[in-house]
């Protein structure tokens, strides 16, 4: 079976990696990460190109797997993709395709898969978001660990960008605040930034 390169958008990671073994041959596939990643960093990319030039005589799947996509290793992988070496195909799978910068949209075909898995959501409406709801939030969740606050970014990361267009500068400023998350960041200050962001923005 011959496949194209493209774009899945999907959070189920695990599903999306059973059906590619399902219907490839596994010595076909490569996970760069090995495991689906809360970012794909510059140093994914390299691993990415680094396997795109080990010569093979049959087609070979290169598929990446994260919650976010840092804004460097995406342009690292712009000329991969645009100009992929001899029986190498690409995969990304991605929660949102708005987590992705319009140049690597279209480079590739995008597809989505309906997630089978319990989708973890945030307990206030977006959509409706207003300066009372905002302070709620940010009280229920002042005191949250690390890996906590790490997943309540990058929900909220996919989940802002399904609601509103975001340039590259704005998408880094996701990134950054989840690195500093990383880094034992409160929880109040960072998630205040995040939400007073998406709240003051232009739709």
Partial sequence: MTFRSKI??????????????????VNSLRFIPKNPANEFLIEDARA?????????????IIIMMAY??????QNFLLKLLE????????????PSKNLLLPTIKSRLVCERIKSQK??????????RLDLQTLFEFLRENENLDKNELM???????QQSMQLKDFN??????????????????????????LLLNFYTKEK
Avoid: H, W
């Fill in 68 to 73: 976010l996509y840092k804004n460097e290793a």
């Fill in 8 to 25: 899945v958008v999907s959070d189920d990671f695990e599903a999306v990696r059973t059906m590619m073994v399902q219907e490839f041959s």
């Fill in 48 to 60: 990415v190109e680094r396997e795109s030039y080990i010569a093979e005589s049959s087609e070979k």
């Fill in 168 to 193: 590259a500068r704005e998408l880094e400023f996701f990134y950054e605040a989840y690195e500093l998350a990383g880094l034992n960041c409160k929880s109040g200050v960072l998630l205040a930034s």
């Fill in 118 to 127: 319990q989708k973890r959501v945030l307990n206030f409406d977006l959509k």
């Fill in 83 to 94: 100009e992929p070496p001899r029986n190498i195909k690409f995969l990304l799978v991605v």
């Fill in 151 to 157: 997943d309540t970014i990058s929900l909220l990361a």
